[in-house]
């Protein structure tokens, strides 16, 4: 069982940066592949980007890619993602998610979730 909470969201004029933390409970932290996703008012839920369990290997969406970072500390049970140059269209609420195994782009495969953290990108 894993529990998952993210920190770190808040209201960001376009072009700032926010960094967000995902931090999980449980000693098996390392076994799992970290997703983060968003969902905007109205829109499906999407892949932002992944990091695998050990070697660091990270998987970004197109839309994202060059502007976001993700890294893991597995010694403090954390995944990060670093925004930079965060535009309007990024606002939305994020999660992180764990499984184990590898990265999946789909959500669905995910079996913990957490909370869930708000974005807002102003213009």
């Known amino acids: 069982q894993v529990q998952l909470v993210e920190s770190g969201g808040g209201l960001v004029q376009a072009g700032g940066s926010l960094r967000l933390s995902c931090a999980a409970s449980?000693?098996?932290?390392?076994?799992?592949?970290m997703g983060w996703f968003r969902q905007a008012p109205g829109k499906e839920r999407e892949f932002v980007g992944g990091?695998?369990?050990?070697?660091?290997?990270?998987y970004y969406a197109d839309s994202v890619k060059g502007r976001f970072t993700i890294s893991r500390d597995n010694a403090k049970n954390t995944v990060y993602l670093q925004m930079n140059s965060l535009k309007p269209e990024d606002t939305a609420v994020y999660y992180c998610?764990?499984?184990?195994?590898?990265?999946?782009?789909?959500?669905?495969?995910?079996?913990?979730w957490g909370q869930g953290t708000q974005v807002t990108v102003s213009s």
């Open positions: 998610a764990a499984r184990p195994g590898t990265v999946y782009r789909d959500g669905r495969w995910y079996d913990y």
């Open positions: 449980g000693r098996t932290f390392s076994s799992y592949a």
């Open positions: 990091i695998s369990r050990s070697d660091g290997r990270t």
